[in-house]
């Protein structure tokens, strides 16, 4: 792949493991003439250095110890809407790709690429503004017939979404049923029902996918 010639570009390599920031500093090393790395190790630090910096891309881990990066993903446009940002991450691309995205992030791929669609998504993060795989871009056209796609939680009546936000605030079946004057057995019978439209097979899973699509 040709070396871009413009300006320099400013990079942001946001992960908590130093060897995965070096080994796509290299990388870049083949896609741009010109560019300043900036380095992050966790949420405070990634918003830290968009703040202080004029990042052009932002190459953003989709877990670090301190949380979830889909928390952070709003903040960055608001701070700097015309920073792009690719998700560069091991979590499964057609289970999460859709929620960055529908967060604010411009690109979505796994650690697992080649270093050649490494260097493809970078270099189009650059050029186009955007990176969208074939496995995304079939999300996304699928989307469209199904918004559970993006946001499962839509799968949801108001009365099932009221309980997962509880349960996602740490209250259990007792207090649920007391501050919604229902049985216990109701909230349980509505629990199962939850776990099962959202493929979740505990409440800590239940916890995690309500506080990633709130």
């Known amino acids: 792949m040709s070396q871009l010639e413009s300006g320099t570009v400013n990079i942001l390599l946001a992960d908590d493991h130093s060897l995965i920031r070096q080994g796509i500093s290299f990388i870049l090393e083949d896609v741009f003439q010109n560019h300043i790395v900036h380095h992050a190790s966790n ?30 993903v709003p ?3 608001k701070i700097r809407s015309e920073t792009k940002i690719l998700i560069f991450t091991g979590i499964d691309e057609s289970s999460h790709s859709l929620k960055f995205l529908n967060a604010g992030a411009n690109g979505f791929l796994s650690k697992m690429s080649e270093e050649e669609e490494i260097k493809r998504a970078i270099f189009k993060m650059k050029e186009e503004g955007e990176y969208i795989s074939a496995t995304t871009q079939i ?3 699928n989307s469209l017939k199904d918004r559970n796609l993006i946001n499962p939680l839509f799968s949801l009546t108001d009365r099932e979404r009221q309980i997962a936000d509880m ?12 501050l919604l004057d229902l049985r216990q057995n109701t909230v349980s019978t509505t629990k199962k029902r939850i776990f099962e439209k959202l493929k979740v097979d505990n409440l800590a899973e ?3 996918l309500v506080k990633d699509h709130q």
């Not at 877990?63 to 990066?69: A, M, R, T």
């Not at 349960?167 to 007391?178: F, H, M, P, R, T």
């Open 43 to 72: 949420l405070q630090q990634t918003l830290d250095v968009v703040r202080i910096n004029e990042i052009d891309i932002a190459i953003i881990d989709a877990h670090f110890p301190d949380g979830n990066s889909l928390t952070i």
């Open 139 to 141: 999300l996304l056209m």
């Open 167 to 178: 349960y996602a605030k740490g209250l259990g079946n007792l207090e649920i049923a007391n």
């Open 75 to 77: 903040e960055i446009k």
């Open 206 to 208: 239940l916890i995690e």
